[in-house]
C-alpha cells in the first residue's frame, strides 16, 4: 500500500521532508532554507546533526519524475555554492521513481559526484519510512489514513496480545515475590 503523496500541497511536503530528516536521519535540527522567490541553490530544507556535516534536501511536488528532472536536481545543487559544507543531497518527491532510466541516471550521477552522497526517496520509499511512523502520517495525511495505512499487519497483533499477556504474568510474579520480601517477619 502506498501514501498518495501526490495529494500534498508544495508545503506540506516541505514540512514532511523537515520532520523526515529528524525522525528518520535524526537531524538534531532542520528547516526549510529560505523563503519563495529567493534563490536556494537547490535547496530546500537543510538538516544538522550532533556528528558530521549538515544534509540538504530538495522537495519535488511530481506527478512524473524522470532522469533528466533528477539530472537537473542533482546539477543544480552540484554546481551552486553548496552553503552549510552539506555532503548528503536528498531528493525528494511525490512521484514514483520506480524507472531503469532513473536508476541507472542515479548511479551515473553518484559515480559522477564522489562527494556527495546522493539519495532519492519517491512514493515507495516514504511510503515505507512514514509506515512506522503514525504520528507523521495522521499529521500530514489524517487521521483515517494513518488507521488504515499504519494497522498492524496480520500477525502482528497475535505477537502484540501475546507480548501484553507475557508481561501481566511477569508482573504478577514480580508482585507475588515483592509481597513475600514486604511481609513482617513472624516472631517465634
Not at 9 to 35: C, I, K, Y
Not at 77 to 101: C, E, H, M, Q, W
Not at 141 to 161: I, K, N
Amino acid at each position: 500500500m502506498l501514501l498518495h503523496t501526490q495529494e500534498l500541497s508544495w508545503e506540506a511536503l516541505e514540512h514532511l521532508v523537515v520532520a523526515l530528516a529528524v525522525q528518520v536521519d535524526q537531524a538534531v535540527e532542520a528547516r526549510p532554507f529560505g523563503r519563495n522567490g529567493q534563490a536556494q541553490g537547490g535547496i530546500d530544507v537543510v538538516a544538522f546533526f550532533a556528528s558530521g556535516p549538515a544534509a540538504v534536501y530538495q522537495a519535488k511536488k511530481y506527478e512524473r519524475f524522470t532522469a533528466s528532472d533528477l539530472r537537473k536536481a542533482v546539477l543544480t545543487y552540484a554546481n551552486g555554492s553548496r552553503p552549510f559544507g552539506a555532503r548528503r543531497l536528498v531528493i525528494v518527491t511525490t512521484a514514483d521513481v520506480r524507472d531503469t532510466k532513473v536508476d541507472l541516471e542515479l548511479a551515473r550521477l553518484r559515480g559522477q559526484h564522489q562527494d556527495l552522497v546522493i539519495d532519492l526517496w519517491g512514493r515507495q520509499q516514504l511510503s515505507d519510512m512514514l509506515f512506522a511512523l503514525p504520528d507523521l502520517v495522521r499529521r500530514f495525511f489524517g487521521e483515517h489514513t494513518m488507521q488504515v495505512f499504519c494497522r498492524p499487519l496480520p500477525g502482528q497483533e497475535e505477537q502484540a496480545d501475546s507480548a501484553r499477556a507475557a508481561d501481566r504474568l511477569e508482573l504478577e510474579n514480580y508482585s507475588t515475590h515483592l509481597d513475600m520480601y514486604l511481609r513482617p517477619c513472624p516472631t517465634w
